[in-house]
């Protein structure tokens, strides 16, 4: 069953969530005429949500980022992650299309929780995950997540919303100015798995470490099958900063993960939207903060293995300035 938890705070600010897949449904901000308007991609109803094509907003777990061939050897034993292409998202079994249960609630925070069996999706262990969302007066929203299980298991939890600070997708993200503190990001090879070499990104497209706009990537580069946006890993070294000029609204996101895939919507299978469109290339783009893809197969990375009777704590947090006001 479907439901609508909804948060607000003096500033206005509405945040929707639905309980299938711990999903952020909306985010919505109020203009100078005190309009509420959205800044994430929704779809149009909320019975997609049960399939979610595109993981709009959703919880992504057990893991996050891409595994080699989605497979994996904890403790001697292989494992292999059903249905996922290179362990995507965590595989067809993935936390993003389950119903959590609403734990606690109150206009000011929600918790959800999910009981994941052992070897569901073809992960080990009895987990108990939890995801708390909190929006406060300073105008954060914040992502708490917890996980115990009884097994050493792999537990790599992110969100995956789409954000487009124009107010209702009414542009594309291509003129938002974009920072990411991080000196270096992940070389990949043909398939996006990362290789276990990490690139400097200074004088090459990927340095945002100073603020430019979304679609300088371009420079240099045409759009094609061979580049359409971005699909990559920064290390991250401090915050994240989106910027619509337009509308003087700023969105920093804060991370206890030692990284962040971003991605520019550059497949956007062409879903319904709640303003009545549909998705474009480059309508949103995701900031996936999370252990390192890959890193239960490369000895330098995070290997996102969460030991048996631990507790798993991490937290993403988002500050958003409202603009024009």
């Not at 994996?72 to 494992?79: M, S």
């Not at 389950?98 to 206009?107: A, T």
């Not at 240099?220 to 061979?226: A, C």
């Amino acid at each position: 069953m479907i439901k609508i938890v909804k948060l607000t705070n003096k500033s206005g600010i509405v945040v929707e969530l639905i309980n299938i897949g711990a999903t952020i449904k909306s985010i919505k901000l109020p203009n100078k005429k005190g309009i509420l308007e959205n800044i994430t991609l929704t779809h149009a109803s909320d019975g997609a949500y049960l399939k979610n094509n595109g993981y709009f907003g959703s919880t992504v777990g057990r893991t996050s980022g891409r595994i080699l061939d989605s497979k994996y050897i904890l403790n001697g034993k292989e494992y292999v992650i059903e249905d996922a292409r290179n362990g995507l998202h965590g595989g067809k079994e993935g936390f993003s299309f389950k119903e959590f249960e609403i734990v606690e609630e109150s206009s000011s925070s929600v918790t959800f929780k999910y009981f994941s069996a052992d070897l569901e999706g073809g992960y080990p262990g009895n987990l108990d995950v939890v995801v708390e969302y909190i929006l406060n007066e300073d105008n954060q929203l914040l992502i708490n997540y917890q996980g115990n299980s009884d097994q050493d298991t792999l537990l790599n939890l992110t969100n995956h919303s789409y954000f487009n600070l124009s107010g209702d997708a009414c542009d594309l993200i291509l003129d938002h100015q974009l920072v990411i503190e991080g000196s270096h990001k992940l070389e990949v090879d043909s398939r996006l798995l990362p290789t276990g070499e990490l690139i400097p990104v200074d004088g090459t497209i990927y340095d945002f470490n100073q603020p430019k706009k979304i679609r300088s990537i371009f420079k240099g580069k045409s759009l094609s099958e061979d580049f359409l946006g971005l699909d990559d890993t920064w290390i991250l070294d401090g915050k994240i900063i989106l910027v619509n000029k337009n509308k003087k609204r700023r969105m920093t996101i804060e991370t206890t993960y030692p990284a962040v895939v971003i991605y520019t919507l550059n497949f956007p299978s062409d879903q319904l939207l709640d303003n009545g469109s549909r998705t474009k290339m480059h309508h949103g783009i995701c900031f996936e903060c999370q252990f390192e893809p890959n890193g239960i197969n490369i000895d330098k990375f995070n290997s996102a293995i969460l030991r048996q009777n631990k507790t798993y704590k991490h937290q993403i947090k988002y500050t958003f300035e409202m603009g024009e006001q």
